[in-house]
């Protein structure tokens, strides 16, 4: 999604930065218990900063509710610092912002697909992902109080042509599995067998955050 210098409206971010989440309640009517001020609305500029739905799981049950996308780690001690918004699953069970987090305060973030700029020369042009099988897309992320942020990884081999990077996807018969803290969290998405993605180039009217409707995702023909 944005890298950082991207001309936006909003403050770059590096990726991944945008995605999109349509009826949010509806695709996870039978994978939580109970759903905590969320609307079942479309979002399809989903940006950080926002506050959006994330599954968490609970002793007794999962629960869907909204969190801010972005977290401010605690050693900024109220410094002027952006959010983070992404962890490299390289690095996350080592620094020390992101280990417990990974360990103890495991979130999945519902969406439909997201966003990821291909740049060629002083050109960016956005493009639209989704899996290939066009099932709701789960990214694993963290969260800490009230915000959380997505877990990325590596591109896969079709995926690295626009972005090196790329968010991590939990499939919906995996779900539980991610949230077993008994089971080491880093290791299990190091071997986790990511369902295939596509994309298609769409218009750059997604720079802009405060444009939100269905065209955002529709084909453009270059």
Known sequence: MLKVGEKSSLKPFVMCGRYVINK????TRDLVKSVNVVNDVANYNAHP???LPVIK???NAKTLEVLQWGL???WTQEREIRPLINARLETLGEKMTF?????NYRCLVIADGYYEWKRKENVKTPHYFTREDNRPVFFAGIYKDHQFLIITKEASSNVVDIHQRQPVVINEEDLDEYFNLKIEGTNFLRSYQAPKLKFHPVS???NKPTNNSK??????IN
């Open 204 to 206: 750059r009217d997604v």
């Open 72 to 74: 401010t780690p605690s």
């Open 24 to 27: 949010p309640v509806t695709k």
């Open 215 to 220: 065209h955002l995702i529709e084909a453009i």
């Open 57 to 59: 799981s609970y002793p």
């Open 49 to 51: 900063t926002q506050k």
């Open 99 to 103: 280990k417990n987090l990974i360990k």
